[in-house]
């Protein structure tokens, strides 16, 4: 192993030593704030040991990693993530009795897990990364702060999950069985090569793992466990599945189906158009219905994956691919900072709670009179996830848009304009709940942590969504070293 | 049909039986004894296609290790009378001729496989060898990973048991 393929596996051994400190010191001296500072420190360190690297794009060290801009850009996403949950856990279970230093250890290692799916270009690393982040994942949900509750929600992730993790299983076996490879760069064109009797059989595969994925973002036939999920699990841990899970799942997928070249199969390519236009309809007509605010960003999570799910479909359309992969990036960027800060809001309204997460639209009548900030921020992060100028969503959704109509899937357009027409509607309906009459008048206290979280998306938000040129001229660099 | 096929087959079929019987059985203990039938015939199926290694493994880690550890916690779970009364109706043949019958034609196969042919039937044979090479050449990533993956599933449980544990208990930590 050379010096360049060591330097490329910096960050992952950086946050493993850095776990493994942070084990020792909870094993010798349980102290809540040393745990979080040794996250934050770990996440830091972890962010910085990319930098030495960027020079030298792409590296491949052993046959499992692959460092490129794309994973570059997806790393930094992720420890962004983490980092912002980090603070909001920190607030939310700091008076929940003692023993709360473990769910930061499980933090860093779901954080590990992300990492790298990201850069991994072989089934082992994305079955393994998966594994560790889901593994992670589950106990961090029914973490017992908050009595039994969260435990249901846990178990319906963990059997689902487990489901759709055979499935991507016995898929990649399938692929294996016909192929005799499993790094990604190794099955580039297999589609094109292989017997028209290992023809099915690969698409068998590749439908496996697909459907795997559309679990674990969550897009539409596969939505159901969504809403329960979101609601049960603890405010910060929601955001944390909402945002690093899915977005490292999403960049797995996109590395996989684009460097194999599975992507030009068709019938896979129409199935995701599918997918894409059920989600869009699904998530948004759903969440019309619905009275409880984590219900209501969950269903717009699963349309907003369908909107990813349309670059994807143009990715897979001859000569749109870069630009297509640059406004996935961009899209997810904003989805990123919006889902963060609205659940950043969720959990400071939850910290006075200590038995279910306050998230019942009532819960949030008056806000602008009880808490004029908070109801400001909230109302700047639904306005982005509607897709209102000058926030950093619509950025966003004009990207997807602007490539949708240069590849001229014209229908998939419809289905988003038709989606986003929906969304505003139950947006508002929350943002009209807050300007309501309070119902009490007893006072939201806004913990530290917690509110320069809000303080710093907001103001990333409403930045990036006014002038994005930085972050979109960074994505355009990132991606040219792809692959 | 060639004789390989054969063989894969009646493997494959005893384990599809026997996970199946696993399922549905209402007794922990008798579900068990199907699951580790159904971890043996999954091993021969990895002797098969020429991976003995990992049929070793199979069986000492899984149907060996794990598989005892379940096997007692189940039964260190009804002690007392009741237990001796279950135990009784355990020894009951209905009840162990099943996974009997179908551990005889797995015995049966790796008999006849082992005495006519003095390698895997199908496939390139992998040594033990070569897997260490691979673990700990291309794949030390992978090793490590799956380190830290036990780690989190270890720290996890340890954390959900003790606390539901004690508040089964009626503790307050």
């Given amino acids: 192993m050379s010096g360049l393929q060591l330097q490329a596996l910096l960050p992952i051994i950086t946050l493993s030593s850095l776990i493994l400190i942070q084990m020792m010191f909870i094993a010798f001296a349980r102290n809540l704030r040393l745990t979080v500072s040794i996250s934050v420190i770990a996440l830091l360190l972890t962010a910085l040991s990319f930098f030495p690297m960027v020079d030298h794009l792409p590296i491949s060290a052993t046959p499992l990693i692959q460092l490129d801009g794309f994973a570059l850009f997806y790393s930094g996403l992720v420890l962004l993530g983490a980092l912002m949950v980090t603070f909001l856990s920190y607030d939310y279970l700091r008076d929940q009795g003692e023993r709360q230093d473990e769910f930061f250890m499980l933090l860093l290692l779901s954080c590990l897990g992300a990492l790298i799916l990201v850069s991994s270009n072989h089934f082992a690393s994305f079955i393994l990364g998966l594994e560790l982040l889901g593994v992670s994942l589950y106990t961090m949900m029914s973490y017992p702060t908050r009595g039994l509750f969260t435990l249901e929600a846990a178990l319906k992730y963990l059997i689902l999950s487990g489901v759709s993790s055979a499935f991507i299983l016995f898929g990649a076996a399938l692929i294996y069985a016909i192929e005799g490879k499993l790094g990604f760069t190794e099955l580039a064109g297999m589609n094109h090569t292989s017997a028209a009797s290992g023809q099915f059989i690969l698409l068998m595969g590749s439908t496996m793992i697909f459907a795997g994925i559309m679990f674990k973002l969550s897009l539409a036939p596969f939505h159901l466990w969504t809403p329960d999920v979101y609601d049960g699990a603890p405010a910060p841990v929601t955001a944390f599945l909402a945002t690093v899970s899915k977005g490292a799942i999403f960049a797995l997928a996109l590395r996989l189906f684009t460097t194999t070249g599975l992507i030009d199969l068709d019938p896979l390519l129409r199935g995701l158009s599918f997918v894409a236009m059920v989600s869009i309809l699904a998530g948004n007509l759903l969440a019309l219905l619905q009275d409880n605010v984590k219900r209501i960003l969950a269903y717009s999570s699963i349309a907003h994956m369908g909107y990813l799910a349309v670059a994807f479909v143009v990715a897979g359309k001859a000569g749109g691919q870069i630009m297509a992969m640059e406004a996935a990036s961009y899209f997810l960027f904003a989805y990123f900072l919006t889902t963060l800060l609205a659940f950043s809001v969720v959990t400071i309204m939850s910290i006075a709670d200590h038995e279910v997460d306050t998230t019942n639209l009532g819960d949030y009548e008056g806000l602008f009179w009880r808490r004029p900030a908070l109801a400001a921020v909230f109302t700047a992060t639904l306005l982005s996830l509607a897709g209102i100028p000058l926030t950093a969503g619509f950025i966003g959704k004009f990207y997807i848009f602007s490539i949708g109509v240069a590849a001229e899937a014209w229908l998939l357009m419809a289905f988003v304009v038709i989606g986003s027409g929906i969304g505003i509607f139950y947006y508002l309906r929350i943002i009209f709940a807050m300007t309501k009459a309070p119902r009490t008048d007893v006072k939201i206290e806004i913990p530290t942590a917690s509110g320069w979280v809000a303080v710093v998306l907001t103001v990333s938000l409403v930045l990036f969504g006014v002038y994005p040129s930085p972050i979109i001229d960074l994505i355009g660099e990132l991606m040219i070293s792809f692959g | ?173």
Avoid at chain 2, 4 to 30: G, K, M
Avoid at chain 2, 104 to 132: C, D, M, N, Q, R
């Fill in chain 2, 1 to 173: 049909m060639t004789i390989e096929l054969i063989l894969f087959y009646l493997a494959a079929t005893v384990s599809l039986v026997s996970t199946i019987l696993a399922l549905t059985r209402y007794n922990a203990a008798h579900a068990l004894i199907y699951l580790i039938i159904s971890l043996l015939a999954s091993a021969i199926i990895f002797y098969l296609v020429g991976a003995p290694f990992a049929a070793v493994l199979e069986i000492v880690i899984y149907a060996g290790a794990i598989m005892v550890l379940f096997v007692f916690v189940v039964m260190i779970l009804n002690l007392g009378s009741r237990g001796d009364h279950q135990e009784h109706e355990w020894l009951n043949p209905r009840m162990w001729l099943m996974p009997a019958l179908l551990c005889l034609v797995l015995f049966l196969e790796i008999v006849y496989v082992l005495s006519f042919t003095s390698e895997g039937l199908s496939g390139v044979v992998v040594a033990p060898k070569t897997v260490g090479i691979k673990l700990f050449g291309p794949y030390v990533l992978a090793v490590e990973i799956a380190s830290m993956l036990l780690l989190a599933g270890l720290v996890g449980a340890y954390h959900l048991g003790r606390r539901y544990l004690s508040d089964a208990r009626g503790g307050d930590q």
